[in-house]
């Protein structure tokens, strides 16, 4: 004869069992040093030898060094400079991460800039759903949307892209025509919107934007330029016909065409005959985010992550300072 099943009451502090075996599961899922060969993927947007990106990933390799060897930091380049982003792209590039990567999630995702950071997060959110997202270089615009997003955190690079425009103009006040050269990469059109909002209320500033020229176009314009007028260079890495330039090529053009001083807004491109700026550092980018990872895989920190700015160093040349007459005592005390 059958017995009849009768469910069996459970114990009253089954509950805290419960929860307690939930822990010791999501406990698998952090970040840790205990794990041999624990991988940290980091997708660069860009390709190996540019300097902005390596000097980001330098970053993160020194600080993630006092976890050596346990680390394997595993990089990959995007190249979204070389090649345009799409659905399609990002499709096949997701496909290749996840044949190289295998079963096994990595432990974090780093992304450097904002091509990266959108793989990143694609990847994660389709694939790793518990893995945490660290990036740099990333557009400060998007702040409020990622405070949204679960287990995302980094450091923004243009918090100083409208202070750096503030302080050319208060040392060049006789400026009446005020350009800006950038392309229509999504870092530049990001930066452009920002610089809108100072541009807007100053009476009186004829503002020309030059993108969507070959790099000649933009010479032969820079040329016919005066001293009462500025020029606000932007990151400029692939003009109308699809040349593409490194920050320092696309500085040394402007600089050797323009009769107008020219400003820019990242240490890669200070070069010679450039003005100055606030200037936002690659190096000290990664090294904010590698301070990040380092914290996280080490239990430092816990959830929400910070999202904070790295800000610009204000950096001139001294001989464009006496060549557009601009008195030292003009500038900022820790320029």
Same mark, same amino acid.
């Given at each position: ?20 075996? =939930? ?84 432990? =974090? ?20 759903p518990r893995v945490a997202v660290l990036f740099s270089g990333v557009a400060i ?29 208060? =040392? ?49 314009? =820079? ?113």
């Open positions: 004869m059958n017995t009849p099943f009768r469910p069996r009451r459970l114990p009253k502090h089954s509950g805290a069992v419960a929860w307690c075996w =939930l822990w010791a599961l999501a406990l698998l899922w952090t970040p840790s040093l205990h794990a041999e060969g624990t991988r940290v993927l980091l997708i660069a947007s860009y390709h190996q030898g540019m300097a902005w990106s390596d000097a980001q990933i330098e970053g993160v390799r020194q600080e993630l060094a006092p976890l050596q060897p346990t680390i394997d930091l595993q990089v990959e380049y995007l190249d979204t400079k070389r090649t345009a982003p799409s659905e399609r792209y990002y499709q096949q590039f997701e496909s290749l991460l996840l044949a190289k990567m295998g079963a096994l999630p990595p432990a =974090l995702i780093l992304a450097a800039d904002d091509d990266g950071l959108d793989m990143a997060l694609r990847l994660r959110d389709k694939h790793f615009s998007r702040r409020a949307a990622l405070a949204q997003m679960n287990n995302v955190g980094g450091v923004f690079d243009d918090l100083d892209v409208a202070d750096s425009l503030a302080l050319v103009l208060k =040392l060049r006040p006789q400026t009446r025509r005020l350009v800006v050269i950038h392309d229509q990469s999504r870092t530049s059109l990001a930066q452009v919107e920002t610089l809108r909002e100072v541009i807007r209320p100053l009476a009186g500033l004829q503002v020309e934007f030059l993108t969507g020229l070959n790099a000649e176009a933009i010479q032969a314009k =820079l040329g016919l330029l005066t001293a009462n007028d500025l020029v606000f260079a932007l990151p400029f890495n692939k003009d109308a016909r699809g040349t593409h330039f490194s920050h320092e090529e696309a500085a040394d053009l402007w600089a050797h065409a323009s009769n107008a001083p020219v400003a820019v807004t990242r240490d890669v491109a200070m070069r010679p005959g450039i003005l100055g700026g606030y200037l936002v550092s690659g190096l000290e980018q990664g090294q904010a985010t590698g301070r990040l990872a380092q914290q996280l895989m080490t239990g430092s920190i816990t959830v929400p992550l910070p999202m904070s700015s790295v800000p610009g160093k204000a950096t001139f040349d001294f001989q464009q300072m006496e060549r557009w007459g601009i008195p030292l005592d003009l500038l900022p005390a820790n320029a």
